[in-house]
């Protein structure tokens, strides 16, 4: 039987046929038939044996990947090339490779190859880059997302409130952009009151009325 190297390009061609049967409803694997559609695109001499034991490794392999993302306080030292354990997180690290004591390590210290079709396959919940936030790409215990936290300054500031200290309950706007925003001095309109046509035609009449009884008026009076 021809051993078979298996390598990220060839385990990925394995995945797509497996998860193009998955598609079919295919519940159960015909390895021997899965290992004929291996060897005409890989022009391997594979037998279904070789290929369903490639299966439960890559299994065995998802399984350790996705407990890995839920880790905190672990992170990858490229420096070392190991990984660097907070004390408080010892415990959940050793109960991590007593679990996974064939692959737990190797896959702590290196991103997994097609995990995307792996996921497809096995399913599962995904918390690649979420939750924990572990990765094999952190370094010095520092997440991506715990040094863009770092980076972002705050702060809140109130639009369209000017120099006035009284809350005009306008709304709070959260600025993001790192830099204090400075409103322009707040600025009183004068307010005119403009009167209704029906107010001005009564103030005429009442003129005009006033006009006339002035005007017929007796002299001597």
């Known amino acids: 039987m021809e051993r078979i190297t298996w390598t990220d ?57 996705e407990d890995n993302q839920r880790m905190t306080g672990i992170a990858y030292n490229p420096r070392t090339g190991d ?14 490779l007593e679990r996974h004591s064939r692959y737990g390590r190797a896959v702590a210290k290196k991103e997994l190859a097609n995990v995307d079709l792996m996921h497809t ?34 702060d809140i500031n109130v639009e369209g409130r000017g120099d006035s200290e009284e809350d005009d309950g306008g709304d709070v706007v959260p600025n993001l952009s790192g830099e204090r925003s400075s409103s322009p001095p707040k600025t009183t309109t004068p307010k005119v009151t403009r009167k209704r046509k029906s107010e001005e035609t009564i103030d005429t009449d009442e003129q005009k009325r006033r006009q006339t009884s002035f005007d017929i008026m007796p002299s001597n009076y």
């Open 121 to 154: 396959l096995f399913g599962g919940q995904s918390a690649h880059g979420v939750g924990g936030c572990f990765s094999p790409a952190m370094a010095n215990k520092r997440s991506y997302l715990s040094q863009s936290m770092e980076d972002l300054h705050i």
């Open 83 to 96: 990984v660097d354990v907070e004390e408080r997180s010892l415990p959940r690290w050793e109960a991590f």
């Open 9 to 65: 390009e060839r385990t990925r061609k394995l995945l797509v046929i497996l998860n193009d049967e998955k598609d079919k409803g295919i519940s159960k694997h015909n390895w021997a038939n899965v290992a004929k559609i291996f060897n005409a695109q890989t022009s391997l001499n594979a037998h279904g044996k070789q290929v369903q034991n490639h299966y439960g490794d890559l299994k065995e392999k998802f399984k350790c990947w």
